[in-house]
């Protein structure tokens, strides 16, 4: 069995639980809040930026132009591609994109960015590779469970999302970055192995609280001023 193979089968309870959660049952209704779905748009602006600097990040450990290659053109798709799924909650919620942008991130968001930026700054590529996958693996699971569960038509209000996440490039970014975290693990003693697992588990596990802090509209217990780095 490959190793991304084994990460997605000690995942599974929790993405049956991300399936199941309501921020995603609503998607799949077409019911969910205005307000949870401006939370999730706000948190999740800037979630795309640090993980931007998180490829940045990895190009600046990476070796091989193959690999630098590989991350430049993976902040191209977050860049001009995620736009599109924000844009339909935008409307949905009947909000301007641009009034949501530059706001401080939640605790949870907070809490997986810096995982992700911990990893890069000092894991191995593996581990790295296996922090970044649950994000457009999960999402990727998401769309076609909705697919296949809910058979949206153009009217359904959440269609683009789902239909952009259940899509094949998706897909294919799911599966590039699974090749390139099987063929590492190939190389590595069972030491990297498990840290790369926790890295991973880890971020699948925030994945999930991130669709909660959406419903919860999750806050910092106090309002003291928070600087945004980006916009
Ligand atoms: C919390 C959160 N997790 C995953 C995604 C989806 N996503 C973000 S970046 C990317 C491409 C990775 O190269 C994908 C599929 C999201 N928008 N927000």
Known sequence: MLFSEKLRKEAD???QGIFRHPFVEGLGKGDLDPESIIHYVKADFEYLNAF???????IAKSTRREDMAYFHEQIAFVLNGEIHPHNNLCRVAGVAYDDLKGFPLPPTADHYVSHMKSTALTGSMGEILAALLPCPWTYYEIGKY????VQPKPDHPFYEWITFYAEDEVGQITNE???RLDTWAKG????????AKVAFLKSCQLEYRFWDMAITKEIWPFSV???VTTS
Request: no cysteine.
């Open 13 to 15: 309870e929790i993405y």
């Open 52 to 58: 931007m600097n998180i490829y940045g990040l990895a």
């Open 146 to 149: 909705l697919m296949e569960t």
């Open 177 to 179: 970055l699974r090749r």
């Open 188 to 195: 590595v003693g069972p030491d990297e192995l498990e840290k």
């Open 225 to 227: 001023e928070q600087e």
